[in-house]
């Protein structure tokens, strides 16, 4: 499985940006997707997660009532919409495939990762 993440670019505070990440690959559909962030100087981490069927989401609570994570499994698509964007949102966005059909918090069980989106928010 490949991914493609794009979508990143400059938004101003309070704005929306949607970053998608297109998947290669028949079995995209039976995997947990994630978006995880990394900032300057800090660690990666999730920012939001879909398990395969789309009935089941997480949402760091940073970014719990303004991100919207989805997904089109006939399209092999994943879609993080961004709304009321904080200058703290600012990095690079990954989006990142789990093999267990449901999705893991933590990093490390994610088995094929997108190349990353750079998000820059401007106060």
């Known amino acids: 499985v490949q991914l493609q993440a794009s979508g990143g670019g400059l938004g101003q505070a309070g704005g929306s940006l949607r970053l998608s990440c297109a998947a290669s690959?028949?079995?995209?559909?039976?995997?947990?997707m994630g978006w995880f962030r990394q900032a300057p100087g800090k660690e990666r981490a999730i920012v939001a997660a879909?398990?395969?069927?789309?009935?089941?989401?997480y949402y760091a609570d940073s970014v719990k009532g303004r991100f919207t994570i989805s997904r089109d499994n006939a399209k092999n698509m994943v879609y993080l919409q961004m709304n009321n964007l904080k200058p703290e949102d600012t990095a690079v966005y990954y989006c990142?495939?789990?093999?267990?059909?449901?999705?893991?918090?933590?990093?490390?069980?994610?088995?094929?990762w997108g190349q990353g989106t750079l998000v820059t928010v401007s106060s």
């Open positions: 990142a495939a789990d093999t267990s059909g449901s999705y893991s918090l933590r990093l490390n069980e994610y088995t094929y």
């Open positions: 690959g028949r079995t995209f559909s039976r995997y947990g």
């Open positions: 879909i398990a395969w069927s789309g009935g089941s989401t």
